[in-house]
């Protein structure tokens, strides 16, 4: 929630997130409308890395088809995926 804060009230297309290392955060993948420095200075304000792909087509890709398989440093992983509609802060109400 505190992560979404930061971008609210923009329209959130894709969302995703996966552990890679037990020992670190997780990776966060989000795209959303209307991208602007603005909220990717929030985002940095909040404490956030964020880096904006969208001019990257092979990485936009992989992000978004490639689930990047089995974490062997993070044990009983579990994958749900969820689906909402695509409304302003329908992910705030999730």
Do not use: W
């Not at 200075?41 to 792909?53: F, T």
Request: glycine content about 6%.
């Amino acid at each position: 929630r505190a992560f979404y804060e930061q971008i609210y009230p923009c329209n959130v297309t894709e969302f995703s997130y996966r552990f890679y290392k037990s020992n670190r955060p997780a990776d966060i993948i989000i795209a959303f409308q209307p991208r602007t420095q603005t909220y990717m200075d929030r985002l940095e304000k909040g404490g956030y890395a964020p880096r904006d792909v969208t001019d990257d087509d092979l990485v936009s890709s992989h992000l978004r088809h490639v689930a990047g398989g089995r974490s062997a440093d993070v044990g009983s992983e579990r994958l749900f995926r969820f689906e909402f509609p695509e409304a302003p802060g329908a992910l705030r109400k999730f």
